[in-house]
């Protein structure tokens, strides 16, 4: 992740969009290691993947997962600095900073179209979302995006198999991760960096 600069930053409400389906509210702990995010001074990121229902429209959570500072330091650390420059550079090639100006300017239809693609999220049967979040404020600078799902494949691309070895390794030496999750992230890893 970029140093953000700090002029650019500006706070909002945690929206709907990036609520834990288990309580329908914010979510209040780190998925990983369950450090509180509202009393601790690090920010914290949070990835919802969802499938939209043919039949109805409606959004199904697929997978939710917030993740403090000092896990997402560990994970990054479990990936060798080769695939994280590749994804870096990926980044810088694929996303427009006028895209991001304007979102933090006009301050709302955050999730309208795919950060990379720029396909209208209405055209999407499934995408991601992520945030950036310090307390109970969400930070708006580079983040929130919404990702279509191809994003995250091309990203898995430029990882190297020894990278993705080592990430199963990082999820397996973390306890309490649920099941589903830590099976899901084998297949289909999470693409914040
Ligand atoms: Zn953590």
């Known amino acids: 992740m970029e140093k953000q600069d700090f002029d650019s930053i500006n706070f909002q409400d945690i929206p709907a969009d990036f609520y834990c389906d288990s309580?329908?509210?914010?979510?209040?702990?780190?998925?990983?290691?369950?450090?509180?995010?509202?009393?601790?001074?690090?920010?914290?990121?949070?990835?919802?993947?969802?499938?939209?229902?043919?039949?109805?429209?409606?959004?199904?959570?697929?997978?939710?997962?917030?993740?403090?500072?000092?896990?997402?330091?560990?994970?990054?650390?479990?990936?060798?600095?080769e695939s994280v420059s590749n994804i870096k550079l990926y980044m810088q090639e694929n996303f427009s900073q006028e895209d991001w100006e304007l979102k933090i300017n006009s301050g709302s239809n955050l999730f309208k179209k795919c950060a990379v693609t720029g396909k209208?999220?209405?055209?999407?049967?499934?995408?991601?979302?992520?945030?950036?979040?310090?307390?109970?404020?969400?930070?708006?600078?580079?983040?929130?995006?919404?990702?279509?799902?191809?994003?995250?494949?091309?990203?898995q691309e430029l990882l190297s198999q020894e990278t993705k070895d080592e990430f199963d390794d990082f999820m397996n030496t973390i306890n309490d991760v649920p099941p589903e999750?830590?099976?899901?992230?084998?297949?289909?890893?999470p693409v914040i960096v």
């Not at 999220?121 to 991601?128: D, F, I, Q, R, T």
């Open 23 to 81: 309580n329908d509210s914010v979510f209040e702990e780190c998925t990983f290691c369950r450090k509180k995010l509202f009393t601790s001074s690090g920010s914290y990121m949070i990835e919802k993947s969802f499938k939209i229902n043919p039949n109805n429209g409606k959004k199904n959570t697929v997978f939710e997962y917030a993740i403090c500072m000092s896990c997402n330091l560990k994970k990054m650390n479990a990936m060798i600095s």
């Open 120 to 155: 209208n999220v209405k055209e999407l049967s499934e995408y991601n979302i992520i945030g950036q979040f310090l307390s109970n404020k969400m930070v708006v600078g580079h983040f929130p995006i919404l990702l279509s799902p191809s994003i995250g494949e091309e990203i």
């Open 181 to 189: 999750l830590k099976e899901l992230f084998k297949t289909k890893r």
